[in-house]
């Protein structure tokens, strides 16, 4: 019983981070109507940029900020020199830009910063067992984080005008340029708001799974699986997807799969989301007349 509860609780630090991995993934999809292939990539940079400060001797919470600030700014400049001049062009346009962000920050990063592993330092630390050994300090520590980073994104969009903007923008723009929104940069803050959204989930799942180039690979799966689950354009959803993963993913892992096999959870709910309900647990259904 106490193992059961341990898996759960590990579930739930793990599908935190999964969850601001999948509302970065919704919160470009609402933008663009396409998946950002590159998601991962982007955090995995990110992460290495705070590694670069914090090895040069800066306080991690300072370099933390920092790197979200830098990781915002880098957003917003991939939606302006990349994805707007093309935002009318084909799908697959879209699709190939899409793949070509995630090759060339992936390799970028590692040319930059090299392949090999690396440690990444938690900020979390504690000499005695939490809730009975159930958690370690840094599970949760970064749950506390990823809950806190959720929470300020759902008041942005819930109580402030931005906020309300930029969502009027990702539903209608039409309709949001007739009010007098600016769609363009509207969509621009969404860009940068998912970069450092995904920023601080690298930075909190690095020091579990440890750093190279290819960091985000399965935690990008498991993200995408979570906002297909709850719904790939409800951001609310995508994030009760994700931590519903997270506690799936330990307990298959645990005692069905085993460890070596957790990644076929993931594919497991993207097969069955897709054929048995499309637009996930909490999205829309839209119909259209053929």
């Known amino acids: 019983m106490n193992g059961l509860a341990h898996q759960i609780v ?11 991995v999948a509302l970065a993934i919704v919160m470009i999809y609402q933008a663009t109507h396409h998946v950002n292939f590159a998601q991962g990539e982007m955090a995995t940079l990110s992460t290495f940029i705070a590694w670069s400060m914090i090895n040069a001797g800066m306080p991690y919470w300072v370099a933390f900020f920092a790197t979200v600030a830098v990781s915002f700014a880098i957003g917003v400049a991939i939606e302006r020199l990349l994805m707007r001049p093309v935002q009318n062009a084909p799908e697959l346009t879209h699709v190939g830009v899409f793949i070509g962000l995630l090759l060339i920050i992936g390799n970028a990063t590692g040319w930059i910063f090299g392949y090999t592993t690396k440690s990444f330092p938690s900020p979390f630390h504690s000499d005695k067992p939490l809730a009975g050994g159930l958690i370690s300090a840094h599970e949760l520590g970064s749950t506390v984080v990823t809950l806190a980073v959720l929470l300020l994104v759902w008041a942005f969009f819930r109580f402030t005008r931005l906020g309300l903007a930029m969502r009027a923008a990702a539903y209608n ?113 839209v119909y259209s007349r053929v």
């Open 10 to 20: 590990a579930g739930i630090a793990t599908g935190g981070i999964y969850a601001a």
């Open 173 to 285: 723009p039409r309709s949001a340029r007739l009010v007098g929104i600016r769609v363009g940069w509207m969509l621009a803050l969404g860009w940068g708001l998912a970069a450092a959204i995904g920023a601080v989930a690298g930075m909190m799942v690095a020091p579990i799974v440890f750093l190279d180039p290819t960091m985000m690979l399965g935690i990008l799966l498991y993200a995408f699986a979570g906002a297909l689950l709850g719904g790939i354009d409800n951001p609310m959803g995508a994030v009760i997807g994700g931590f519903v993963v997270g506690v799936l993913e330990n307990l298959a892992g645990a005692y069905v799969v085993g460890t070596e096999l957790k990644l076929t959870v993931a594919l497991a709910i993207i097969i069955g989301v897709l054929v048995v309900r499309p637009s996930g647990l909490f999205g829309r259904v």
